[in-house]
């Protein structure tokens, strides 16, 4: 049992001091905000994909923001919300929408709301 405990302990502390995302490492907002989504803050993240989603569709940045904005619709249980997103990806990007695998994702929401 100590020794089961040990381990355990020994988990915790390497997690605990783990070195942070790559992604936390870069200074642009898009960075910051997948930052902020890898480390499950949601409010943040989503604060700050949606300034970058709302800004410019044509720009490839923007696409990959929303793609994140609707994954953390998801993760915060509001799968409506990210089955909007994901109609949206689709008229702006449907190559985009399908490479990133977005068509499951929308079904996986609608399965949630009992549409699927």
């Given at each position: 049992m100590k020794f089961l405990l040990a381990i355990l302990f020994a988990a915790t502390v390497a997690t605990a001091s783990a070195a942070p995302p790559s992604t936390c490492r870069t200074g642009d907002a898009y960075g910051r905000a997948l930052c902020a989504y890898q480390r499950r803050e949601f409010a943040e993240?989503?604060?700050?994909?949606?300034?970058?989603?709302d800004v410019d569709a044509a720009e490839p940045i923007t696409m990959r923001a929303n793609y994140f904005l609707a994954r953390t619709l998801m993760k915060t249980?509001?799968?409506?919300?990210?089955?909007?997103?994901?109609?949206?990806?689709?008229?702006?990007?449907?190559?985009?929408?399908?490479?990133w695998a977005c068509d499951y994702l929308l079904g996986e929401c609608r399965k949630a709301e009992g549409k699927g």
């Open positions: 993240a989503e604060r700050a994909l949606r300034a970058i989603a249980g509001r799968f409506g919300e990210a089955s909007a997103v994901f109609i949206r990806i689709y008229r702006l990007d449907k190559p985009f929408y399908d490479a």
